[in-house]
Nanobody, 119 residues
């Protein structure tokens, strides 16, 4: 199983980006998926999560600006980021709890995608 994160880039403050996290491989079911970010010199922090039932949780710093969603047919989770701020600059990672069979659940991480917001 692999997670592929993409969609990062360089945008001006106030702009938008949409990140994608695609799961591939031998997947029975995808459980919760999260987006995390790590800025230079800082610890990795949780940005948003979405459960298998599409319940969502957001960090206070992104509430009202970011939206996490999932497409279970495409095994893809999205992070729509609007009203971006320079402090959103970080490498963004996705992780997911994935059942490879009905009894075995593993946690996987994507490789990260760079998001840079210019002021």
């Amino acid at each position: 199983v692999q997670l592929q994160a993409s969609g990062g880039g360089l945008v001006q403050a106030g702009g938008s980006l949409r990140l994608s996290c695609v799961a591939s491989g031998s997947i029975f079911r995808i459980n919760s998926v999260g987006w995390h970010r790590q800025a230079p010199g800082k610890q990795r922090e949780l940005v948003a999560t979405i459960t298998s039932n599409s319940n969502t949780v957001y960090a206070d710093s992104v509430k009202g600006r970011f939206t996490i969603s999932r497409d279970n047919v495409k095994n893809t989770v999205y992070l729509q980021m609007n009203s971006l701020k320079p402090e959103d600059t970080a490498v963004y990672y996705c992780n997911a709890g994935i059942f490879v069979n009905p009894a075995t659940r593993n946690t996987y991480w994507g490789q990260g995608t760079q998001v840079t917001i210019s002021s």
